[in-house]
């Protein structure tokens, strides 16, 4: 129950405040070119609570659903937020509506909130930066046997400085660099001993699409290394019987080191009924256990535990100078920016699965998820759905920002605005197709949440 409400209040203030940020870039910029505001809401529906500006022009309202916000100008689609008439408009007013002012300012104002998205993120990233974070040093910590890592002679324990000449401070930076130049040769820089040493090799492409896997473990054969824990065991299960106790560290299993939670599950499941030999650490003292795993429904093996895994070197605290910072903030909205594109467009081409679409749902659970690990989490989770936001709602589609910045350019080219009947249609049209991908999205949300 408390886990529900720490995600519902993470999810409703990300989403207010990406959309208040969204928004208000609309709203500043038609208030600065001197287009009439009538009302900016955070929200929809029954009003919370409102009041007006200290010019008595704007009603700020925060509604009751935190879903969404609009900001209401003079002259745009009156009957938007259900006002079936336009009130005779006096000819003072009639030269501050939206829809009677030059092409360059209704862009500007249409543009306005995806900006907006952008700079929140560029200054949450430079915040993170300076701030710092925890991060996994980029230690080598395992190298899987006959890998590319260990033909090109890395060692456990190398220190990457490194790559292609770009440094790296921190194992997410080696993945990122590392799915750059998946399919190519490269050059690393590894510190062995307080000596460096320029490390070549050559990816092959992965067989799933780069952003799907982790490139570092699956081409290139290395990790940080994790220590699997016991996080706890089930009354009556296969390793009550053979004594697992929480808090085990299991470094063996039949005589092989466990380097990761994935390739432990599958020993246990393949041996439904076998007797596995694990081989764990409780405290100071090593210990030889044997566990027969019990056959499910499904004929794999149990054991009846839940598993934890964390780094083999902890986590260091990494902190950017303040141009460095300044750098970052830019740098890693950039980078956001092209990814999010990225898998908008292997969507559409089928590259990747449309499966792989998060709805309210997902979105709520990353908020619980990241509320939960601090700020900078938070405030990195912030950060990426904020640029999300901007890149989607520059989409060409009628009723988003970027649907409006075509009628305007169509404008432009013709001479004059699009007929209200093709802007209906057009509007029609582009309310069908967001509703139908928030309908997509909320159902994988549901898929997710029923599989586990």
Same mark, same amino acid.
């Given at each position: ?7 519902? &209040? ?36 029954? #009003? ?15 509604? #009751? ?153 699956? #081409? ?66 090593? !210990? ?55 898998? !908008? ?54 009723? &988003?920002?970027?649907?409006? !910045? ?34 997509? #999205? ?11």
């Amino acid at each position: 129950m408390l886990e529900t409400l720490h995600t519902t &209040l993470a999810f409703i203030v990300a989403i207010s405040l990406l959309i208040a940020v969204h928004e208000y870039g609309h709203f500043i910029v038609a208030r600065k070119l001197g287009i009439k505001v009538e009302k900016f809401s955070i929200g929809f529906g029954p #009003a919370l609570i409102s009041w007006r500006s200290r010019d008595g022009e704007v009603q700020y309202i925060i509604a #009751a659903i935190p879903l969404g916000g609009y900001v209401k100008m003079l002259g745009e689609n009156p009957s938007e937020q259900g006002e079936d008439t336009e009130q005779p408009l006096s000819d003072e007013e009639r030269l501050r509506a939206f829809d009677v002012q030059p092409p360059w300012k209704r862009a500007s104002v249409a543009v306005a909130g995806p900006l907006f998205n952008f700079f929140f993120a560029i200054l949450a990233y430079m915040l993170i930066g300076w701030i710092g974070q925890l991060v996994v040093p980029p230690v080598i910590g395992n190298i899987s046997p006959a890998s590319v890592a260990e033909q090109s002679g890395m060692l456990e324990g190398d220190i990457i400085r490194t790559l292609n000449g770009s440094p790296v401070h921190s194992w997410s930076q080696v993945e990122e660099k590392m799915k750059q130049v998946a399919g190519n040769s490269a050059v690393m820089e590894v510190d062995r001993n307080g000596t460096v040493i320029p490390l070549g090799f050559h990816l092959s492409p992965t067989e799933q699409d780069v952003l799907l896997v982790n490139v570092s473990e699956t #081409a290139l054969g290395i990790s940080p290394g994790v220590k699997v824990v016991i996080d706890s065991v089930a009354v009556n299960s296969a390793a009550k019987q053979g004594g697992v106790l929480p808090g085990d560290h299991i470094f063996q299993v039949q005589d092989e080191p466990v380097t990761n939670i994935r390739e432990l599950i599958e020993i246990i499941r393949s041996r439904a009924g076998e007797v596995v030999f694990f081989q764990v650490q409780r405290g100071e003292t090593i !210990l030889n256990l044997s566990v027969i795993p019990a056959v499910d429904d499904s004929g794999y093996g149990r054991i009846g535990v839940r598993l934890a895994a964390s780094p083999i070197h902890e986590p260091v605290m990494y902190r950017m100078g303040v141009v460095e910072g300044l750098f970052f903030g830019f740098k890693r909205t950039w980078e956001m920016t092209t990814m999010t594109i990225q898998v !908008l467009g292997k969507m559409v081409t089928s590259a990747i699965s449309p499966e792989n679409l998060g709805g309210p749902i997902a979105i709520a659970q990353l908020a619980g998820k990241t509320a939960e690990l601090g700020l900078i989490a938070f405030m990195s989770f912030l950060a990426l759905i904020s640029v999300n936001l901007a890149v989607l709602n520059l989409l060409p589609v009628p009723v &988003l920002d970027g649907g409006h !910045l075509v009628y305007i350019a169509l404008e432009k080219v013709r001479g004059k605005p699009l007929s209200p009947t093709t802007m209906e249609r057009t509007q029609i049209i582009g309310i069908s197709l967001i509703v139908m991908l928030m309908l997509f #999205a909320f159902y994988n949300d549901l898929l997710r949440l029923f599989r586990g």
